[in-house]
């Protein structure tokens, strides 16, 4: 199994045939920026990268596992690649619906005073039952203020908005980019 890619060839214009590396990559000494390998077997065209990547060039191989991984790395540092980097790259779903959400009520309360912090500890403590007399005190209190505790506050209009979140399983399966870089450290 040969993989070919088609390259611009900046000199002359033409797309030139690329092998799998195995063969090298019919390029020149030193004639590329940059290779990326995707290969069955990638630490066998490190040779030939290393040969066809210019100083200083960057090089980034895709291996779906780690032992491919290990064997382009150690390819890698025998042909003189450094700053070597390898991420790991998962298929990661997300599940996106839209949902509507209320905007928060615009009636503030006021910061509660000693007076109503003290009267709630004694309805706490005291149970739900409240006292004429704790009940009259918190109506006098809100005629005072002038604001009232109601779950009628004035509610914003609701918008939709977009939430993503991921799954809980992840399908698919792992992958490893390797990154060196080519030359002298």
């Known amino acids: 199994d040969s993989t070919s890619t088609d390259l611009d060839n900046d000199d002359t214009g033409e797309d030139e045939e690329v092998d799998d590396g195995k063969g090298g990559f019919q390029l020149g ?12 077997e990638p630490w ?20 779906p596992c780690m032992e491919q991984t290990q064997k382009t790395v150690a390819a890698l540092k025998q042909n003189g690649f450094h700053s070597l980097r ?18 928060p009520p615009t009636d503030l309360l006021d910061i509660p005073t000693e007076e109503t912090v003290s009267l709630e500890k004694e ?12 009940e009259q005190h918190t109506e006098d209190e809100t005629k005072v203020s002038g604001k009232k505790r109601s779950n009628d506050a004035a509610k914003g209009p609701s918008r939709k908005i977009l939430c993503a979140r991921p799954f809980a399983h992840m399908r698919g399966h792992t992958a490893f980019l390797t990154f060196a870089t080519a030359g002298n450290k």
């Open 44 to 63: 066998l065209a490190v040779p030939h990268a290393a040969y066809t990547i210019k100083p200083n060039g960057r090089i980034c191989s895709y291996s």
């Open 123 to 134: 309805r706490q403590i005291g149970g739900t039952q409240k006292t004429k007399e704790s």
């Open 86 to 103: 390898t991420v790991e790259a998962r298929l990661k779903e997300y599940y996106v619906d839209e949902y509507e959400m209320e905007t």
């Open 29 to 40: 000494q030193a004639a590329a920026h940059a290779i990326f390998l995707d290969l069955p």
